[in-house]
């Protein structure tokens, strides 16, 4: 990613010897779906539970949203003290029936679960280039997502989705609630997240890797 590219430059005092080629994915099916306006709103994420993802956080934004019969799925599991912090957050804001916390999945059933889903939301502090990103578009899910790491290289401002300073408390709920709230907008950024998931599909990066193989035996 761009992120690991400046990082090299950081170290090294040069980036000019790197070439991108972003993690690949070769995933099942996928697409997106034209939402209805009856159609409920499903909010998913899928982290490692441990505390700088804060899932809490996505928890008391997703009760700001206050979009009725909304629901939230936070998919993962991870360090037990973190699912209890969770659960209480969820107890505290009185979601217990909206909000589901599914433990360990199997890739199926994540994908099944996005497949499913209005939009992706991610709360992290930290992150480099999140493969589950490119997972949730290649099922056309709109991303908003904190501002860090490689995100942005994935979620582009407005069109795949919306990227959120980490540090601003009310931004996460605010993205949500325009989202939520705008049904013509969703289905324009879930067209424009599962096409540019395509950039990330494991038969166009293999191209890439031969022509950087192709390029390294011309100069010899």
Known sequence: SQFRRENVRKILG?????????????????????????DPILVVSANRFIPHKRIPIIVRS???????????????????????AVRAAIAEAGLEARVSVTGKLTSEEVYEHFARASFYVSASLEEGFPNVFIEAMHFGLPIISTDVGGCKEMVVEGE????INPHDGRALAEKMRILAGDRTLRNTLAKNAFARSKRYDLTEVVKEFTQLYKDLISRK
């Not at 993690?23 to 306006?37: F, I, M, T, V």
């Open 62 to 84: 997703f009760k700001e949203m206050n979009i009725p019969d909304s629901k939230l799925v936070l998919i993962g599991t991870g360090d037990q003290k973190e699912i209890d």
């Open 14 to 38: 040069s980036d000019e010897r790197v070439r991108i080629i972003p993690n690949a994915l070769l995933l099942p099916n996928g697409g997106y779906h034209e939402e209805k306006d009856t």
């Open 160 to 163: 795949t989705g919306f990227l």
